[in-house]
Structures are given as C-alpha cells and as structure tokens.
C-alpha cells in the first residue's frame, strides 16, 4: 500500500513539475522585462527604428536611444503605449552610408538596472544582436563578413571540433582498447550487447561518460552551425556563448531523457526493461 502510494505521489510531482517551471519562467520574465532598439535598413537610404522600452505603472524608464551621427529623422515618428511598455517608431536618412561599422547605444543605464537588447537588420539579409548593461552601454555593428571570410569560421570551428572527437577516440582506443571494439562490435550484435549490459563496470561506465560527452560537444558545434547558417540566434549572444548554451541544451535534453524513461520504468515496473532499453539506444 505503501509503495502504490508513492508511486502515485511520484508520478503527481512528475506531472505537475512542467506547470511550476512555466509559472517560475513567467514570473521571472515579468520581473526583469528588457528594452528592445530595433534598427532595420530598408531600400532607399534610409533606416526604421523601433525603440520599446518598459514602464514601471505609468512611468517610462529614464533611458534614451543614442544612434549614428549620420541619422537624419525624416519626420517626428510616432508612439504608442502596450501593456508594461511605450514603443516609439522613427525614421531616419542615412544618406546612403552603409550601417557596418556604425555604434548604437542607450544613454541612463548606469542608472537604471535594466537590459537592452539591440536588434541590427540589414539590407543584405543579415542580423546583428548585443544585449546592452551598464558597463557595456554600446554596441558596434561589424563590419561586413565575407562568404570566404565566413567559410573559413565555419571550417575552423568544425575542423577543431572533429580533432576534439578523434583526439577523444584515440585515448580510448589506447586504454579501451578491448572494451571499445566490444562497443563498437555490440551496435549490430544483440547478443554481445546484451553481454556488456550483464558486465557493465567502472571502466564501461568512463567509455560511456567520454562518449557522451563528446557528442554532446560535436552535437553543440553541429547546431550552432545549422543555426548560423540560417542565422537564427535564439539566445542572442556572442558566438562562445551560444555554443554553450546549444551543448547545454541538448546536454539537458539527454537528461531529461534519462530520467524520464527511469522514472517510467519504475511506476510500471520494469526498470529492467528500460536499462535494457537505454543501453542500447545509448550506443
């Protein structure tokens, strides 16, 4: 009787865990709202900037947007209120001078504690973010990236990161010697999987930290690529960053994973089934 009654209460705290985490974010997304700058070049010469910034009840936060010299307003703009914020649309001349190289920034975050984010569309298709405080108040917009330039960033990270997983491999190889080629034998073998899932040991339990933890990394660097490629920038953050924060997502993909299916496995009673089950799909 005990034991029904905790599985029940397991399997309640499983269910509701997803509702706390999506109120907790909530409330944390209201608590520290950042301003946005959104400058986007159009056909033309001339560029729309879009500038939101949160209000306290009905008063607006003491920052002003700082642009370009070049600009030149091509009228007053207009403004609007939206619940917890005043969005101000302007916009400018900028006489046919190219955005690259040009800094932004907001003035009164030294004294306000509030984030901004910059958002940088140009013509050409690319985009450009930074997420401005107090101690970094500005931001500069790049110069323009070649596609030979940007080819060989890309062809840099990946070869690195394939050294990272061989250089990994072949520290393996060199101590796992015997255990690595059960491993690799076992992915089309039932029998000898079956096998290494009877022996396992501290020395299986390394290979398969290490393994993992390579393509964790390899996955991270495989992501960032994509997303650069398509230049998608979830997180809006510098390019180190967003590798790590795509490798710690799938990192906390693989874990959630993980104790899902061990936490299935014991409200039903068949743990054994699904250590079977992550073994196998783990190689």
Known sequence: MMLASLKLRLLLAFCLLPALLAFSFTLHADEFRPALLEVTEQDGGWVEVKWKVPMLGEQVLALTPVLPEF??????????????????????????????????????????????????????????????????????????????????????????????????????????????????????NYQLSAKLLRDQNLFSKRVAIALNINFIFIGGAFIYLIFGYYNLQPFRLNDILSYLCYSGCLMLLLLVRYVVLHITGYLFDNHNVFKEYLHQIFL
């Open 71 to 188: 600009f030149t307003p091509m009228g007053p703009g207009s403004s609007h209120r939206v619940p917890g914020a005043l969005i101000e649309t302007s916009s400018f001349s900028t006489s046919g001078r190219a955005l690259n190289g040009a800094t932004v920034g907001v003035d009164g975050l030294s004294a306000v504690p509030a984030d901004v984010v910059v958002q940088v569309n140009l013509l050409d298709g690319s985009e450009h973010s930074a997420i401005l405080r107090s101690n970094n108040p500005s931001f500069t917009i790049p110069d323009e990236v070649t596609n030979s330039e940007l080819a060989g960033s890309y062809w840099s990270m990946g070869t690195i990161h394939i050294l990272e997983g061989l250089i990994l491999l072949a520290w393996l190889k060199l101590f796992y010697h015997k255990f690595l080629n059960q491993m690799m034998q076992s992915v089309s």
